[in-house]
């Protein structure tokens, strides 16, 4: 059975930061559990490149742009391979491949006559690369980038016949045939889908994108909007316009993980173009919170940006995915603390699951055992990765581990005589390899 999950493809602007280490790490998650499964896994995520703010950002370094976007899409892929997460493919849209993918999107969405030219006047956020109405503003800033100046934008573009769409995707959601997790999330997105539903721009003039990004078919004067191609990452990385089969094989995407801060984008834009395209629909959008560090938003200006390259480093790779993932809400915001993340460490990691296989292995020194390895997750963990309850699942594996523990201490098993201490400690040891097999999605090194 195949199973196909992306993540989404970050800016590549700047560093990675640890927003996109909890992304990556809740897919690989995800990823894992279904290879234990046996189904045949494709994990996808890769580099957002056709931006303005990557033009801005180059440009600030005096760096070609191709160079510039090349150098950070890298350290994304170290970041991927630093934290042991198991990408299947890093599809950048700046390739060659998504270029003809999206144009050929484009082509299939003008022909079912939802392209079209108008003139528009709006005020755009370069960080969003969106335009947005009044109404949609919060003291006349983006909710995103407060802060940063709006860009008041007027000229003809090709927009999109959204409105079109709007019921209909409306439905999709509301009877869960696209499945978007958490509940509160789902209700968001219907609500925004009962309000007044307008049509989007779907290309910048040549001039305003620098003449960075994929030009629109038929007309140089043209470049797609970097979201139109961007989510269409998904199609090319898995051979969308070029290898057939292959995409018959794995699309539609069985999951989308997303952050909160995008998903008009992938339950809204995307499903839209989809259906105009006659192309099947993803399966399910799950989306995950933001952080903050230290209780505040995280700022190059107040310089609390944390590196996870670094991070891994410092503290080890098991390390971080276990806070990322015990640590973080799945699904709400969180707040990153370097304290709390060597408590976490050295008392629950170290402490409750070091000491407890120390302890059981010390006390079957020298005896051979023949237990039989477990074959799948109890029901419990495979609930719980089924409804993207990470964190729980994580908290789950800590009372059982916590409570081989307790048991170990209040049965004082060295004090036993050695006919005694054999079948007790051989009953902790196989519940700690259920336990083992268990935390293998999670923490992939220390369950081995």
């Known amino acids: 059975m195949k199973w196909y999950i992306t993540a989404a493809i970050p800016y590549v602007n700047a560093k990675p930061h640890v927003g996109h280490a909890l992304e990556f790490v809740q897919g690989d998650v995800l990823a894992r559990f279904h290879r234990l499964l046996g189904?045949?896994?494709?994990?996808?995520?890769?580099?957002?490149?056709?931006?303005?703010?990557?033009?801005?950002?180059?440009?600030?370094?005096?760096?070609?742009?191709?160079?510039?976007?090349?150098?950070?899409?890298k350290l994304f892929e170290e970041l991927a391979k630093k934290l042991n997460v198991q990408l299947d493919r890093f599809q950048r849209s700046s390739l060659p491949n998504h270029v003809h993918a999206s144009q050929e999107l484009w082509r299939q969405c003008f022909a079912a006559g939802d392209i079209y030219e108008h003139e528009y006047e709006g005020k755009y956020c370069v960080g969003c690369e969106a335009f947005y109405t009044d109404d949609e503003l919060v003291n006349g800033e983006?909710?995103?980038?407060?802060?940063?100046?709006?860009?008041?934008?007027?000229?003809?573009?090709?927009?999109?016949?959204?409105?079109?769409?709007?019921?209909?995707?409306?439905?999709?959601?509301?009877?869960?045939?696209?499945?978007?997790?958490?509940?509160?999330?789902?209700?968001?997105?219907?609500?925004?889908?009962?309000?007044?539903?307008?049509?989007?721009?779907?290309?910048?003039?040549?001039?305003?994108?620098?003449?960075?990004?994929?030009e629109v078919p038929n007309d140089p004067t043209q470049m797609m909007y970097v979201w139109f191609d961007a989510l269409n990452v998904y199609q090319s990385g898995i051979g969308f316009g070029a290898d057939e089969q292959k995409y018959q094989k794995y699309w539609p995407a069985d999951v989308h993980l997303i952050g909160k801060g995008i998903i008009r984008f992938h339950a809204v834009y995307w499903i839209a173009i989809l259906l105009s395209a006659g192309l099947q629909l993803p399966k399910a959008v799950y989306v995950h919170g933001y952080f903050t560090v230290d209780g505040q938003?995280?700022?190059?200006?107040?310089?609390?940006?944390?590196?996870?390259?670094?991070?891994?480093?410092?503290?080890?790779?098991?390390?971080?995915?276990?806070?990322?993932?015990?640590?973080?809400?799945?699904?709400?915001?969180?707040?990153?603390?370097?304290?709390?993340?060597?408590?976490?460490?050295?008392?629950?990691?170290?402490?409750?699951?070091?000491?407890?296989?120390?302890?059981?292995?010390?006390?079957?020194?020298?005896?051979?055992?023949?237990?039989?390895?477990?074959?799948?997750?109890?029901?419990?963990?495979?609930?719980?990765?089924?409804?993207?309850?990470?964190?729980?699942?994580?908290?789950?594996?800590?009372?059982?581990?916590?409570?081989?523990?307790k048991e170990i201490t209040e049965h004082e098993p060295w004090k036993m005589q050695r006919e005694q201490v054999v079948p007790f400690m051989s009953s902790i040891l196989e519940r700690l390899l259920q336990i083992a097999f268990d935390l293998q999605p999670f923490l992939p090194n220390t369950a081995q």
């Open 142 to 214: 983006c909710a995103e980038h407060p802060g940063k100046p709006l860009q008041l934008v007027k000229e003809k573009n090709f927009f999109f016949r959204l409105s079109k769409y709007a019921k209909q995707i409306h439905d999709l959601i509301q009877n869960d045939t696209i499945s978007i997790v958490p509940e509160k999330r789902k209700n968001e997105v219907l609500r925004f889908l009962e309000g007044e539903v307008n049509d989007f721009s779907v290309s910048r003039s040549r001039e305003r994108a620098r003449g960075w990004g994929i």
């Open 297 to 405: 938003k995280m700022s190059k200006t107040l310089g609390n940006v944390i590196d996870p390259l670094t991070l891994a480093d410092e503290v080890g790779v098991d390390a971080v995915r276990y806070y990322l993932l015990r640590e973080i809400s799945t699904v709400d915001d969180g707040d990153f603390s370097m304290e709390r993340m060597h408590v976490a460490y050295k008392g629950e990691l170290a402490n409750e699951l070091g000491n407890l296989v120390s302890r059981a292995t010390t006390l079957m020194q020298g005896e051979t055992l023949h237990m039989p390895l477990p074959k799948k997750c109890t029901h419990e963990i495979t609930d719980h990765i089924n409804k993207f309850e990470l964190m729980q699942a994580m908290d789950l594996l800590w009372v059982r581990i916590n409570d081989l523990n």
């Open 39 to 73: 189904d045949d896994v494709v994990y996808l995520t890769g580099s957002d490149e056709n931006a303005l703010k990557n033009v801005q950002a180059a440009e600030a370094q005096g760096l070609p742009v191709e160079e510039f976007c090349a150098n950070n899409a």
